[in-house]
């Protein structure tokens, strides 16, 4: 039997990756496991994104930084994105400190790094310093070799074939 909390790796071009999450969230809540979902570079108010409210209703608690991403929205500058990232860092250190959690999803932060707003060396940081036992979750396009080793679990979704390339637009209830 495991003791300890383990590291989820959710990467990859496919469709799925906070779909894998938020399923593995209504698992662990459904077992009265305490979950935190802390998202990266979503607007739900200009998305919708419907598992935030659903989350919320299931009494996950659900935090959003850096919800502005330069690729939707040309005012937003880089620095600003950076310090919104840094924030989010400092909430998962803080909720380290109070061990509250026994789920913490942290999705889209691979994105963080691909695009520069954190380093990975700041996530590999907040994988080591992992209480024993959190089980962490990280989803997101393009991981890092470096993450992926320190991973306990790693999941890669490859899309093979996907609407969108047929000019199928993102839809409601579906891909958001």
Do not use: Q
Not at 33 to 59: A, N, R, T
Not at 118 to 134: A, G, M, N, Q
Request: aromatic share 10%; glycine share 10%.
């Amino acid at each position: 039997m495991v003791n300890r909390g383990l590291v989820h790796i959710y990467t990859g071009n496919g469709k799925g990756k906070t779909t894998a999450a938020v399923g593995l969230s209504v698992r662990a809540v459904s077992y009265n496991l305490k979950v935190c979902y802390i998202y990266f570079h979503k607007d739900p108010e200009m998305w919708g994104y419907g598992e935030i409210k659903v989350l919320s209703g299931l009494g996950i608690d659900v935090y959003g930084f850096a919800t502005k991403h330069p690729h939707f929205y040309s005012s937003v500058r880089n620095e600003d994105v950076r310090a919104e990232c840094l924030k989010g860092l400092n909430f998962v250190k803080d909720i380290y400190k109070n061990i509250e959690y026994d789920l913490l999803i942290l999705d889209e932060i691979n994105i963080s790094i691909r695009d520069g707003y954190l380093s990975e060396d700041e996530v590999i940081e907040l994988i080591d310093d992992k209480p024993l036992k959190l089980e962490l979750v990280l989803t997101g396009r393009n991981a890092t070799k470096r993450l992926i080793e320190k991973a306990d679990l790693v999941s890669e979704i490859i899309e093979i074939k996907h609407p969108y390339n047929e000019g199928v637009l993102g839809r409601r209830g579906f891909e958001y």
